[in-house]
T-cell receptor
């Protein structure tokens, strides 16, 4: 079984400032790692995923996340945030061995970008 | 493509009532799943299906039933609603058999059980 801990439930940040959202996971097997975003009253959308290879994963709009196996972390970063980035962000993992896509989610981090 | 659609968007039930949450996808995805989202707890998997006629339990299956008679549809049934089932329910689908596939989420159904 896996578990995911998102270390901050709320992150307020001023527009154009950098932000890091922290995610740690626990698993006895190798996992795939994901970041999803949820805008108000909408479903979740995939932002980034780490499957293998380079530990730095880059997404659209300047988002990136870095996998650190020794620290079992997958922290999410953006060098300069915009008001439109205000949303809830979820880190998730899935078991590499499994034949079905059972995602285990963290509790979420509400990112609020202030003008 | 409409993607993943869910109906209804909102529902209020009384304790003991039953209802079915509908989920449909038009992407010919094999894998579909139901999650519930509660404040401070993220999303938790209720049931999932890897294809028509095949379903299995997730982390929190009690009080819910599912069936998968077609590739497109994956309804979630509440047999006897309880206040603890007040939540936001999301349906998701994914295309490939491995665990690497992106999951596509519907807009959610907000359920209040009185």
């Amino acid at each position: 079984a896996q578990s995911v801990t998102q270390l901050d439930s709320q992150v307020p940040v001023f527009e154009e400032a950098p932000v890091e959202l922290r995610c740690n996971y626990s698993s006895s097997v190798s996992v795939y790692l994901f970041w999803y975003v949820q805008y108000p009253n909408q479903g979740l959308q995939l932002l980034l995923k780490y499957l293998s290879g380079s530990t730095l994963v880059k997404g659209i709009n300047g988002f990136e996340a870095e996998f650190n196996k020794s620290q079992t972390s997958f922290h999410f970063r953006k060098p300069s945030v915009h008001i439109s980035d205000t949303a809830e962000y979820f880190c998730a993992v899935s078991d590499k061995r499994g034949s079905a896509r059972q995602l285990t989610f963290g509790s979420g981090t509400q990112l609020t970008v202030l003008p | 493509n409409a993607g993943v659609t869910q109906t209804p968007k909102f529902q209020v039930l009384k304790t003991g009532q039953s209802m079915t949450l509908q989920c449909a996808q038009d992407m010919n995805h094999e894998y579909m799943s139901w999650y519930r989202q509660d404040p401070g707890m993220g999303l938790r998997l209720i049931h999932y299906s890897v294809g028509a006629g095949i379903t299995d339990q997730g982390e929190v299956p009690n009080g819910y039933n599912v069936s998968r008679s077609t590739t497109e549809d994956f309804p979630l049934r509440l047999l006897s609603a309880a206040p603890s089932q007040t939540s936001v329910y999301f349906c998701a689908s994914s295309s490939d058999r491995g665990t690497t596939g992106t999951q596509y989420f519907g807009p959610g159904t907000r359920l209040l059980v009185l």
